[in-house]
């Protein structure tokens, strides 16, 4: 099981169990903040399990529609994950604590819910500890601090775990506090404040795990320190006299498309394939110039053998440096 599939795994676990027990606060206390983080619940179940189908369906392989693979169908999933967060809990949550505020109702067994308002937030917060513990092996593995991963990480299953976890744990606070001031200050007010809250969060965290999407979706140049190990291959090789043309796009959270156009030094090449050959004694066996021509055109043809060979090597290098680096295009130049 991958990170990010453990970690999508813990979360969609955690939110059943609290969603079922914010749904009976909210019947034991009518809060209007419950009633958020019930609808919190709900839209992170569902966006849970769009993200476990988006993991599915990228594991796919690459068929003759799709030469390059599904690698990028968990950008769409965890697209319609950020939309899902943004349209059905946080507009919901913000218009029933406006009501909340302009027409207040009052509470019952507000320490009920407390209670479980504090259960859920040490839950939240133990799921958000296993979401963050997958991003920080994931952002190591790519040589990125974590917040760099968040914000540019090509997988946005284990990311987007952590910002709904994150938001989850501030909104249980947000409820937690306004359900906890309303019973202080007798002002169902506050409960309606605390659902504002949490929609307005929600509504930030969708925003920003959308405009991420849709970033990823257009196949972005991965982070800059990986681009400088593909390159360095080419540049610390002898029979690489140039480089360019450069273009290396995302195709998924594990997978990455080089291609470059290269020019080899036909010197070095030659000297290389000179090393295990008796130049004298092919020259001593030259009787005119038929013989002359057989010889060059058979060099031409292992010069051809040659230069294929180092493009295989480069490329075995490659995908040593970055092993993401499954599809490799080198243009001779």
């Not at 540019?152 to 306004?178: C, F, Q, R, W, Y």
């Not at 998924?252 to 080899?264: H, L, N």
């Amino acid at each position: 099981m991958t990170t990010s599939t453990r970690a999508v795994a813990v979360a969609l676990i955690v939110d059943v169990v609290i969603g079922a027990a914010k749904l009976m606060a909210f019947l034991l206390t009518g809060s209007a903040s419950i009633l958020a983080e019930v609808l919190h619940s709900a839209a992170d179940i569902t966006n849970q399990s769009l993200l476990a189908v988006g993991i599915v369906r990228s594991r796919r392989g690459p068929d003759s529609a799709y030469p390059y693979g599904f690698g990028r169908s968990r950008y769409i999933w965890a697209l319609l994950s950020a939309t899902g967060v943004l349209f059905i809990g946080s507009g919901v949550s913000v218009v029933r604590g406006a009501e909340q505020i302009f027409a207040p109702e009052p509470l019952e067994h507000v320490a009920w819910g407390l209670i479980i308002l504090f259960a859920s937030l040490v839950a939240e917060g133990v799921s958000l500890a296993v979401g963050l513990s997958a991003v920080r092996r994931s952002a190591e593995e790519a040589q990125q601090t974590l917040w760099q991963y968040l914000r540019t990480g090509p997988d946005p299953m284990a990311v987007a775990v952590v910002l709904e976890d994150a938001s989850a744990v501030l909104g249980a606070g947000m409820a937690l506090g306004g359900l906890g001031l309303a019973k202080l200050t007798g002002n169902a007010t506050w409960d309606g404040a605390g659902s504002i809250g949490i929609g307005l969060l929600l509504g930030a965290s969708a925003v920003f795990l959308i405009n991420r999407n849709r970033r990823l979706l257009l196949g972005p140049t991965p982070p800059s320190e990986s681009v400088a190990r593909m390159v360095a291959v080419f540049e610390d090789s002898p029979v690489v006299a140039r480089i360019q043309d450069v273009k290396v796009s995302q195709l998924g959270a594990d997978a990455v498309r080089f291609k470059a156009e290269v020019t080899f030094d036909g010197s070095e090449v030659a000297r290389r394939l000179l090393v295990d050959k008796d130049v004298d004694l092919a020259w001593s066996a030259l009787r005119g110039p038929e013989d002359l021509e057989r010889l060059l055109v058979e060099f031409g043809g292992q010069i051809t053998d040659a230069i294929g060979d180092e493009v295989d090597r480069l490329e075995e290098q490659l995908t040593e440096a970055v092993p993401e680096a499954r599809h490799v295009d080198l243009e001779p130049d």
